[in-house]
């Protein structure tokens, strides 16, 4: 019964594996944000923690998304259990440097998945990650603007608290 599953399945294991291994990265990267909203929250950056807790909730509609698609091709999509998630950050900039970090991160596994995608030709799922590939554009964009914000305003004095107005300004524009 499992080979008659596997053929009925649209994507290799391989394929199905990473998948699930960015579900759970997915959830990782969702949990953190919270964890980051909570920190800038309790530290009176209330404007940082609104921008945090949205970045949460983008990360998990991208996690549900995945594990809809794994369904969708008759795989085996896996609820990922979450562990690990950094709860003390020594400073505000720390939180959008991890922050950044986090993205490229996610990037680079999205690169690899595509890049196994195309070593296999599954090109419907190359389709489907080339939103996410956009979308990380994105991310990895707001995440440099608002760490370039301590640069150019500086942390000294009111610095931080114009950092944390700042950050839910940033925008990206593909034109």
């Known amino acids: 019964m499992k080979d008659l599953m596997r053929i009925q399945c649209l994507i290799s294991q391989d394929i199905e594996t990473l998948l699930n291994q960015q579900i759970k990265k997915e959830a990782h990267s969702s949990s ?17 923690a609104d921008y945090f807790l949205k970045q949460s909730e983008e990360e998990r509609v991208h996690q549900l998304k ?17 562990s690990g998630i950094k709860t003390e950050f020594a400073s505000f900039r720390e939180v959008f440097e991890d922050a950044l970090e986090a993205e490229i991160a996610i990037t680079q ?12 030709q599954d090109f419907v799922t190359m389709e489907f990650l080339n ?8 991310e990895e964009y707001k995440a440099r603007r608002a760490l ?3 640069e150019v305003i500086g ?7 114009e950092i944390d107005k700042h950050v839910n300004k940033i925008n990206y524009s593909e034109e």
């Open 32 to 48: 953190l944000y919270l964890s980051m909203s909570s920190w800038c929250d309790q530290n009176g950056y209330d404007y940082s």
């Open 131 to 138: 939103w996410f590939l956009k979308e990380q554009r994105e």
């Open 109 to 120: 596994s999205f690169k690899n998945i595509a890049a196994k995608c195309h070593k296999e």
């Open 155 to 161: 942390e000294e004095g009111t610095g931080r608290w």
């Open 148 to 150: 370039e914000l301590f």
């Open 66 to 82: 995945l594990f809809k698609y794994v369904l969708d091709m008759g795989g085996n999509a896996i609820s990922p259990e979450v």
